[in-house]
């Protein structure tokens, strides 16, 4: 089954603690990218990679690192989560560059930072 | 700074009639736009993509892209209880990466 799949699902989390959220899809896509979901915001593009080795900042990447050594796999870092960043996010996938906005996403992940 | 518009509702339509969602964008030299139906606790879904200007078809849904006047719609014929949903709209930048969604509008199909 094609899916993209993020993990972990539901995290509490306190302050400064380092953290990863994990991203992994099988349909052998170039493109990824990771979002973050709020009430009245939307969804807001963190970071995203054209392929492997090439990542790029979105509009709200301050707080967030990721990397793409593997085409399948794109993990999102909190090196030191604070509260302003209890959120959904949201993982997501696509062929390639061409199709930005043909996305698979994930289930999301609900991170609460205490 | 690049930005997506659309009205975050609640739209309140019956069942079996047309429910119209529209989107503007600021930026004039979008290139692709999109429209994604998410449920409450779900994920987003793509549900139409459009690249060029007129109106495109799938079963009940028709986008509609005008780029002179920098807007996106898209009508559901037909509306079922089961379009109740959050529609986005989302428009990609020059093949670039970004990709930009507008905050959602709720839509409830009531029988």
């Known amino acids: 089954e094609a899916q993209v799949t993020q993990n972990p699902r539901y995290l509490i989390t306190v302050t400064g603690k380092k953290l990863t959220v994990t991203c992994s899809q099988n349909?052998?896509?170039?493109?990824m990218s990771w979002y973050r979901q709020d009430p009245g915001l939307g969804l807001r593009q963190i970071y995203y990679s054209m392929n492997v080795e090439v990542t790029d900042k979105g509009d709200v990447p301050e707080g967030y690192k990721v990397s793409r050594k593997e085409k399948r796999n794109f993990p999102l870092i909190l090196e030191s989560p604070s509260p302003n960043q209890t959120s959904l996010y949201f993982c997501?996938?696509?062929?390639?560059?061409?199709?930005?906005?043909?996305?698979?996403f994930g289930e999301g992940s609900r991170l609460t930072v205490l | 700074q690049k930005e997506v518009e659309q009205n975050s509702g609640p739209l309140s339509v019956p069942e079996g009639a047309i429910a119209s969602l529209n989107c503007t964008y600021s930026d004039r030299v979008s290139q692709s736009f999109f429209w994604y139906r998410q449920y409450s606790g779900k994920s987003p879904e793509l549900i139409m993509s459009i690249y060029s200007n007129g109106d495109k078809e799938d079963g009940r849904f028709t986008a509609q892209l005008n780029k002179a006047s920098q807007y996106v719609s898209l009508l559901i014929r037909d509306s079922q209880p089961s379009d109740s949903a959050t529609y986005l709209c989302?428009?990609?930048?020059?093949?670039?990466?970004?990709?930009?969604f507008g905050q959602g509008t709720e839509l409830s199909v009531k029988p």
């Open positions: 997501a996938s696509s062929y390639d560059g061409e199709y930005t906005g043909e996305l698979f």
């Open positions: 989302a428009v990609a930048y020059n093949q670039g990466g970004k990709l930009i």
């Open positions: 349909m052998n896509h170039e493109y």
